[in-house]
């Protein structure tokens, strides 16, 4: 019997691991797929909002900037790629100002600090290429960009270090009450806990089902974006948003933390988890941030990509009981990601008040550290090769990615059983040839350190094989 | 202290550096990432190569084999699995390797022969889900050639460019189904005789003026849509295909990895992808020079070989030098129908007897001049019966042409039939 299990490993799952694992109590994660960070976490725009957009009052501003004061220290003690670059909303015309005087006035009510309207010249001399369209901007200090695969590994780890079980390709096919809990079937068999946590992102709406109706629902909204070479990575400096429409928060142009920059997302229904991107979804981010920033090559494009955000119908985060003992953390978009350590935070709250005791561990683990060869200074470098020579071999030429790194990463609290595994981990195949020179090896790697065929090495989650047979081969 | 380093020991690299002790240099270091010599034609294990150099048919690691063999008879020192991660403006060369360590050496010349990567699927933005199954064509190649797997069972190829076409030969051979070769150009990007010798022979069928508008399947390929384009290569509605595979190989272009060339600060071309290059490949930096695929991009390796050659000799020869003060320059311009040149600087008074020039056109030519021209003179012409993008061109002008030059010259096209 667990105290609490938490469905699904995002980055809503991995910060309230998190913060239970400071706690005496058994934890248990399940995630359906084969990784974490697998979902919405992997795919959004890896803005920390400073936290002018929500409405006062609600969850989302609440929670908004309490996250994003948090992940200020969580990243740094977690060793999470975060730059506190600050973000930037353009009016195109005087009939857009009145819409930055709003988001204003919402931040002053948010306890957004140093916010500033600016004029049109003022604000392109803080960002030289942005449109001499722009007549007026409200600049928000606060905002950070981060890497947010990594800080929900960084939280997920962190809560394996601290005792937390993490059950990957875990999937729950139903949630019955039992005496004292919740009898939680997965395909992998039963588990009990006392109390269950749905962090299950899109599905939250089919998960809170399994146990009673519900009362909200979950519309996913899918975003399609572009990622640029570095070439374009300091095209601005700080994240530049578009007046916020009923569509979300428009098409942003903004720095990446790994040096690239990252151009989207437009909004669009989809059903389930459809992230494919399409022409006119494409051509539709492309025109926008134009508008913002026109001197965007993209024709430096490295990748493009498409998330799918759980929007509930509510109009705020759902954090609330779905039935005794089942906490519900639905209708995360964004600002999830920024709001994320403090819905943590939050639902630890709520689990204390209905009665989990809450009795601090002696010894917390609140740090982490990872190898980064590339940001070495020299002397370091020449160090590490020397004590380990796996550090010498470079394995991503892009990015400057070592052996010695996925061979670290494979030795972590949550080691990657996938090429996109080792990319979320270390970033090799992350660069400009995507993966295209690194593949083979990281695949030589992961079959060597796994010990299983290079055929069955897989790309991402299950199912998605890279190799279907050997070559005919001849005299050997 | 090191005479010269070339960085890269495939063919561009290897070429060099034998021309270089050739011409004199008795201390050269060649740095290469991957395990072994020879680069890239390790795994281009089908025939075709050395037809210009050899004058005769050679497979990839047979040329690059005639290379280490010719570097074996010198004192040329090679350090393998190592990655070069930084070249300074002052030619010092930042490596690190698993058994070399990291090391900072210093250089008196540097050949930059890094060769080139290729474009991915991002760099087109082919719409659709992002499944398991959509390879380079090269990745392809080392996972069949060098890693004995297969990709994939059911294939469809997106670029008409060579390596393209010899994965489409080679993965009918080892018993995929290749469905489609589509080129969104007009015509292919690659020479007649793979068009020939990979597609007609296995009956693959060539889409020209099409595209790949969508990749369908959740986890791995499940299929491809092709549609055909306008002349502004528009996919037109109406027109789609449906192809059913597990496997898309794109062959969309090749772009020199020149990573290293930018960070030292050397002048690039925006047309080749590569550094400007005076005649005798000696970048804006004196003293590092770039040759092969990392300059721009070659369709045979026996003009890469020739190429390197150059660049090899003329280190040697900078180095015996110590260098020497700057001479009169001439421009190279692209006029009518090319696209890039190189060299793009020409220092006449380094040319010895003649100066080959190389270079593309835009579109497909039938009988065809190639003017020189000064201003208002033409100093050279020479006739073609064929001209097309995918193949390169290349002209000799001798010194005595280049002496009536003014400040610049001008390469164009003058098509006298329509093609």
Known sequence: MYDVIIIGCGITGAATAFELSRYRLKVAVVERENDVAIGTTKANSAILHAGYD???GSLMAR????????ARTLCEKL???????????LAFSQQEKPHLEELYRRGQANGVPGLALLTGDEARELEPNLSDAVVAALHAPSAAICSPWEYCLALAETAVRNGVQLHRNTGVTGLSPVDGGWLVNTDKGQMWARYVVSAAGVDCQQIHELAAPCPYTIHPARGQYYLLDKSEGDRVGRVIFQCPNDLGKGVLVAPTVHGNLIVGPNSEPVEGEDTSTTAAGLAFVRDKALKSVPSVQFNQSIRNFAGVRAVADTGDFVIDWAAPGLLDLAGICSP???AAPAIGEYAVELLGADGLALEEKEQFICERHRTRFKQLPQAERAALVERQTAFGRVICRCETVTEGEILEALAGPIPPCSVDGVKRRVNAGMG??????????VVEILSRELGISPGEVVQDQAGTWLLARETKGGDK | MYDLIVIGGGPAGLAAACAAWEGGLRSILIVERDQELGGILNQCIHNGFGLHYFKEELTGPEYAGRFIRMLSDTGVEVRLDTMVLEVTADRQVHMVGKTTGYRVEQARSIVLAMGCRERTRGAIGIPGTRPAGVFTAGAAQRYVNMEGWMPGNRVVILGSGDIGLIMARRMTLEGAKVLACVEVMPYSGGLNRNIVQCLHDYDIPLYLSHTVTDIRGKDRVEQVVVSQVDERRNPIPGTEMVFDCDTLLLSVGLIPENELTRQAGVEMDRRTNGAVVYENMETSIPGVFACGNVCHVHDLVDFVTAESQRAGAAAARYVAQNGDAPQRVLQVRNGDGVTYTVPQRIRPDRVE??????????RICGDSEILVTSGDTQIARFKRE???PGEMENITLPRVLLDKARDEITVSIREVEQA
Do not use: T
């Open chain 1, 54 to 56: 929500p409405m006062p």
């Open chain 1, 63 to 70: 929670l908004n900037v309490r996250g994003v004061e948090l």
């Open chain 1, 79 to 89: 060793d999470v790629p975060y730059v506190p670059c600050g973000s930037m909303v």
């Open chain 1, 336 to 338: 999830g990601l920024s």
């Open chain 1, 432 to 441: 400009r040839c995507q993966g295209g020179f690194c593949g083979p090896r």
């Open chain 2, 353 to 362: 007897k003649r100066c080959d020039l190389f270079f593309r056109v835009n």
């Open chain 2, 386 to 388: 064929h001209l097309a």
